[in-house]
């Protein structure tokens, strides 16, 4: 990928608390249309990448190195007037939890409004227009009800319809959606995912999809990256990374998926023993080692390098022992 075809850049993030690492070197791009899945178990970095590139991290926590840029603008030490304007505006975010994230005693219609005010400057005729705009766009038909609800007086999948149209409201370029059907149920969730997929294809939006289902980023990414304990582990295009995984991990995780697109169905599915190692631990050598069936003793010492593959062409890259030595 061309430097010039990224919208948005991370590049060697890393990010402590308390002292402990709880992101590596993680680095991702993302090109204008694009949707790029990032997956692994819960615990993994996912979510704490997602708040580093918006300026979000929690209290105690600290950026250590690294680069996050938008359109080839850094984010990492801009002021906080600055990084306001990004979000919400040109970085667009949707949270796994609608009903925990919209303001509880505020309308819907006010709750989008203000959104439409900070960042567009519309108030008014135009501001009501541009509402009734949105909620068609996301397939809430009934616009009168839905501007004068309540979060709670909404169903689940109607409370993420409205947070998605919040975060399109400042007409963004950038939209990241953390687990955003964690929440809702087989149905529901699939009817979110296709709205997102439509709206990025229309739009030419640049889409973050976060996960620890692999079900739900199948069929829906140009590339996937898998992170496990704060590292990325592997990247490849969708297609490739679902029909021949590189990573032990990658593989775990695709036998333990139910239902992946394309990938033809199990007549068991497969659970990874052992568990993720705590956010922050020190550990010596790989991190998925104790889990891992390949696994070498010099896993346990030696930490591996992020290993660039050849593949037809696709940008495909691993961290892996194996690819290092040749096995």
Known sequence: MSTRDELLAVKGLGVNIAGATVLDGVSLAIRPGEALGLVGESGCGKSMTSLAILGLLPRGAKVTSGSVTLRGEELLGAGEDA?????????????????????????????????????????????????????????????????????HELSGGMQQRAMIAMALAGEPVVLIADEPTTALDARIASQILDLLDRLRRERGLALLLISHDLAVIGGRCDRVMVMYAGRLVEAAPAERIFSEARHPYTAALIEASPGIAGVAPKSALRDIPGQLPAPGSVMEGCAFAPRCSLARPACSTRVPRWSALADRGNERGVRCLQYEEGW
């Not at 949707?94 to 567009?120: N, T």
């Not at 009734?132 to 309540?150: C, F, N, P, S």
Request: some cysteine.
């Open 83 to 151: 990084l306001c304007r990004v979000r919400g505006g040109a970085i667009g975010m949707i949270f796994q939890e609608p009903g925990a994230c919209l303001d509880p005693v505020m309308r819907i219609g006010r709750q989008i409004g203000e959104s439409l005010e900070i960042h567009r400057g519309l108030k008014g005729a135009a501001q009501d227009a541009e509402l009734r705009k949105l909620l068609a766009e996301v397939g809430l038909t009934d616009a009168e009800r839905v501007l004068r609800a309540y979060p």
